[in-house]
């Protein structure tokens, strides 16, 4: 196995691990400038008023996109799986 084998299997990892987290910070980030947003329209710093929005945004994220995600895990892993013997040998 040589270096560059080594560097393609990383970068090919952490493509899938922006492709897999890209959905829930892309989330996190849509419903906390939003909550924030309104937080500073109408003067209310109830902390609990950003945690719970966002809380059930993400968790509907994963429920929606759950099944791409692990599609997108199995797919790396069998691929680098399948790929082993030609990186030992």
């Not at 970068?11 to 909550?35: E, F, K």
């Amino acid at each position: 196995m040589s270096e560059a084998d080594v560097m393609q299997i990383i970068t090919d990892a952490m493509w899938v691990a922006t492709r897999i987290g890209a959905p829930i910070l892309l989330t996190s980030i849509v419903v906390g400038v939003a909550v924030g947003l309104l937080q500073s329209v109408t003067q209310i710093q109830e902390p609990t008023l950003s945690f719970v929005p966002k809380f059930v945004a993400i968790g509907l994220v994963i429920i929606i996109t759950g099944p791409w995600m692990l599609q997108e895990i199995v797919s790396y892993t069998e691929g680098l799986i399948r790929s082993l013997p030609g990186l030992i040998s």
